[in-house]
């Protein structure tokens, strides 16, 4: 009935109505009457040569057009969830992130699905997933408002740590100043000064750092760590295995600033290609069930 009565009012008439739907005319007729009847309202004015709707009835237009819509949406949703995931997946996440935590998520899912191929760009910068056209994302820290979905899976703190041995031979510091006297490896770029937040009590507060050494990645800075050469600061998760084989210590713990979490990030919502969908569902399982992050 519904779609009857927009055919009539978006063809202004009965004929033209029933020609797109593929119908006879009286059945078309029949339809908005009992649409009429039921409502108890007129939808049309009809005379022999003119059909015109009624300001009820080009309200109700409106309306049956949305909700037709939505339904047109809600089939082919239907239809895209039972269908094989296929095409290429395109994912981005920090580069020792996406290492060691996507990387295993993304063959796994191949392995199950052989018509999808997966693009990684693992990369310590911000992908914009809209403008360069990215279907999901990892993202460490609090996130900005924005029309992308976001899932929680977990949370990572930020450390300070060295070897055993190196606080064996220069001591453990007990406070955020006692770094000044230990050898620092630092990430990042040398100018201006680092400086490494703490935070006690809730309240954050940087510490200025001079390091003896400065790097580009992440991965320096661990091997600088577990060879005793000095102590270093990263997130948990890049030193993780190292603090599992007792490579690495902990040290100011009562000083870490608040956890960091993290996102599963992705940007179709519920019309997600069969392909993103079937990742997602794989990696927010992966990652929540995964010690390291939390």
Known sequence: MMNAFVAVVDGNGFARAACKLDVSPPVVTRAVSELETRLGVRLLNRTTRVVRVTEAGAQYARDC??????????????????????????????????????TPIVTEFLGNHPEVTASCWFLDRMVNLVNEGVDVAVRIGELPDSSLQAVRVGSVRRIICGAPAYLA???????????????????????????????????????????????????????????GFGLTRLLSYQVADQLHAGELQIVLEAFEPKALPVHVVHREGRHASPRARTFLDLAIDRLRADPRLH
Request: some cysteine.
């Open 169 to 227: 031979r220069h001591g453990t510091p007990t406070t955020p100043e006692c770094l000044a006297g230990h050898r620092l490896v630092s990430v990042g770029s040398p100018i201006p000064a680092p400086e490494w937040p703490t935070g006690v009590n809730g309240a954050m507060r940087a510490v200025k750092v001079q390091p003896r050494m400065t790097t580009n990645t992440n991965d320096s800075a661990v091997a600088a760590a577990v060879s």
């Open 65 to 102: 057009r949305r909700i037709l819509a939505s339904l047109v949406d809600a089939d082919a949703l239907l239809v895209d969830m039972n269908a094989a995931p296929r095409g290429v997946l395109t994912l981005t996440a920090p580069v020792l992130f996406g290492a060691r935590f996507v």
